[in-house]
């Protein structure tokens, strides 16, 4: 078992998942989709990749940045 930090948010009308440890993301119509999708995709990511690939994230936020855009 591997604990992985997942960050969900809502996009349009979906909920998107994006997992913080590793690059994988997914999706769902619901909450629950987008856990389920996320469980399975990080499942399949993992199947892959060595332990190493794994990064420690200690502490996560969520903050809105300004940026300016051409």
Do not use: C, H
């Amino acid at each position: 078992m591997r604990k992985i930090d997942v960050v969900f948010y809502r996009e349009g009308r979906y909920w998107v998942a994006q997992a913080l440890n590793v690059d994988v993301s997914s999706f769902g119509n619901t909450l629950e989709e987008a856990r389920a999708a996320i469980t399975e995709a990080l499942e399949l990511y993992f199947e892959d990749v060595t332990p190493e690939a794994l990064s420690a994230v200690s502490e996560a936020r969520v903050e809105e940045v300004l940026v300016e855009a051409l």
